[in-house]
C-alpha cells in the first residue's frame, strides 16, 4: 500500500520562504505525475504545481515565478519551494501522486498546513 507523506508546512510572515516536502512510500509502484494542491478555508482545492516523471513542470498562474517544484526519483519525493509568500497563499498544501502498478492510481497526502502571516 502506497502513503504520502507531507512535511515543511508552518507559520511564515510575508515575503519569507518554506519548503514542502512528500514522499511515497511503499513497494512494488512507481511513480508517474506528482503535483501539489491546496485548499484555503472555504475554497475549493486548487491545483498549484505539478511535475511529470521526466521532469515538465506546470504551475497556477497565481505562484508563477514564486513557487518551484522538483522530485527526486529515487527517493519517490516531490518538493515544492515557496519563496516570496503572500498571506493569499494560507491553506492546507495537498500532495498528489499517480501510482503505477499494474493500473494507475492517484493518491493523496494528508496535507499539510502553510498559514502566511500579514
Known amino acids: 500500500q502506497v502513503q504520502l507523506v507531507e512535511s515543511g508546512g508552518g507559520l511564515v510572515q510575508a515575503g519569507g520562504s518554506l519548503r514542502l516536502s512528500c514522499a511515497a512510500s511503499?513497494?512494488?509502484?512507481?511513480?508517474?505525475?506528482m503535483g501539489w494542491y491546496r485548499q484555503a478555508p472555504g475554497n475549493e482545492r486548487e491545483l498549484v504545481a505539478y511535475?511529470?516523471?521526466?521532469?515538465?513542470?506546470n504551475y497556477a498562474d497565481s505562484v508563477k515565478g514564486r513557487f518551484t517544484i522538483s522530485r527526486d526519483n529515487a527517493k519517490n519525493t516531490v518538493y515544492l519551494q515557496m519563496n516570496s509568500l503572500k498571506p493569499e497563499d494560507t491553506a492546507v498544501y495537498y500532495c498528489?501522486?499517480?501510482?503505477?502498478?499494474?493500473?494507475?492510481?492517484?493518491?493523496w497526502g494528508k496535507g499539510t498546513l502553510v498559514t502566511v502571516s500579514s
Open positions: 498528489n501522486a499517480v501510482v503505477i502498478t499494474t493500473t494507475l492510481k492517484a493518491y
Open positions: 511503499g513497494s512494488g509502484f512507481s511513480i508517474g505525475t
Open positions: 511535475i511529470t516523471r521526466s521532469g515538465s513542470t
